[in-house]
């Protein structure tokens, strides 16, 4: 049984940096997608992040040029760098791995870590 373990997360002023990291186990890390979602108070959980296992990486228009995703397959762990941060980021986030492959698929999030902006 895949799990996923997030740390990182905590208070921060607006302007400033936070890595999160998402520590993967029970699975084989290297041939799942990796996302970051958040959700805020009283709002939808979206995505934030994703990276596919060719490395290719996506971002919502809010985060781009600011949060970058990136993969260790050797220590399966998956980073989300968030700079520039802004009170509008706080919210829990979320890591997931989901794979899809040709005869089953599987899917996994973790317990979340709490991001919070606030001067």
């Known amino acids: 049984q895949g799990q996923l373990v997030e740390s990182g997360g905590g208070l921060v002023q607006p302007g400033g940096s936070l890595n999160l990291a998402c520590v993967a186990s029970?699975?084989?890390?290297?041939?799942?997608?990796v996302s970051w979602y958040r959700q805020a108070p009283g709002k939808q959980r979206e995505l934030v992040a994703a990276?596919?296992?060719?490395?290719?990486?996506s971002y919502s228009d809010s985060v781009r040029g600011r949060f970058t995703i990136d993969r260790d397959n050797d220590k399966n762990t998956v980073y989300l760098q968030m700079n520039s941060l802004k009170p509008e980021d706080t919210a829990v986030y979320y890591c997931?791995?989901?794979?899809?492959?040709?005869?089953?698929?599987?899917?996994?999030w973790g317990q979340g870590t709490q991001v919070t902006v606030s001067s």
């Open positions: 029970g699975m084989i890390f290297s041939v799942y997608t």
């Open positions: 997931n791995a989901d794979y899809q492959g040709p005869y089953d698929s599987y899917t996994y």
């Open positions: 990276q596919a296992r060719s490395g290719t990486t």
